[in-house]
C-alpha cells in the first residue's frame, strides 16, 4: 500500500517564473538532463503534457536512495 501526501518545497532559481512554469507544463522530461544527481527520471503514463489530468512518474535521488513518486498535473492558468 502506497502512501498519499503533498511534498511542498522552496528552492531559489536565477529565471523569470514564466520560463519556470512553461518549462514543467511543457518541458518536464529535460529536468532530469538540468539536474541529473537529483532527478534521474520522467515518465508520461496517462495524458498529455501540460493538460491537467495527466499522470507523470518521477525517479529522484534522496539521501542516497532512489526513489519514486507519480503526480497528478493540476495546470493553473490563471
Request: one cysteine or more.
Amino acid at each position: 500500500m502506497g502512501l498519499k501526501g503533498k511534498l511542498i518545497s522552496q528552492i531559489e532559481m536565477k529565471c523569470a517564473g514564466n520560463l519556470l512554469h512553461e518549462h514543467f507544463k511543457s518541458n518536464p522530461h529535460q529536468t532530469s538532463a538540468m539536474s541529473p544527481d537529483k532527478i534521474t527520471n520522467f515518465t508520461l503514463h496517462e495524458g498529455q503534457l501540460g493538460n491537467t489530468g495527466s499522470v507523470v512518474g518521477w525517479k529522484y535521488v534522496l539521501g542516497g536512495k532512489e526513489r519514486h513518486a507519480k503526480q497528478v498535473l493540476h495546470i493553473d492558468d490563471a
